[in-house]
């Protein structure tokens, strides 16, 4: 027995029941809230710059700022590029210890007082000082006699 495909038309086919069978149905709590609508809403925005001149309080005019001397753009993104694949070579226990942060590492060696922990981890060595020089032959005065 030959049965014809069924073919959607609209009178055979309800869009609102497809709809609620195949559709996302977000049932949870909303966050959103709805005391900033106006306030967030674009034209309000623009409303108010057109009459004040000014932009609300978080938003800031863009600066144009002159950074003689430093690097183009693509060279700067090239440094901090190589910085992260550097510091991702790293010991995985090392990384962890930092957070697996590359700006987390670099805060850390700012501070002087961190150099013994940077030497026990291995990532700095100790100051060699000159054989034969001894830190109390080098506070007395040149000439001074005993």
């Given at each position: 027995m030959f049965k014809s495909p069924f073919v959607r038309s609209g009178f055979n086919y309800d869009m609102d029941s497809a709809s609620k069978e195949s559709g996302l149905l977000c049932s949870d709590f909303s966050l959103?809230?709805?005391?900033?609508?106006?306030?967030?809403?674009?034209n309000n925005i623009v409303d108010t710059?057109?009459?004040?001149?000014?932009l609300p309080d978080p938003v800031s005019m863009p600066q144009y700022v002159d950074y003689e001397g430093v690097f183009d753009f693509q060279t700067a993104m090239n440094v901090v590029r190589q910085a992260d694949e550097n510091f991702m070579r790293m010991d995985a226990k090392v990384r962890a210890r930092f957070h697996n942060s590359p700006q987390e590492f670099l805060e850390f060696f700012a501070d002087p007082a961190n150099r013994d922990e940077a030497v026990r981890l291995g990532l700095a060595v100790l100051p060699v000082q000159p054989q034969g020089v001894s830190s109390s032959?080098?506070?007395?005065?040149?000439?001074?006699?005993?």
């Open positions: 959103t809230q709805q005391q900033f609508a106006a306030e967030s809403d674009i710059f057109m009459k004040t001149g000014h032959a080098s506070e007395a005065p040149a000439g001074a006699a005993s």
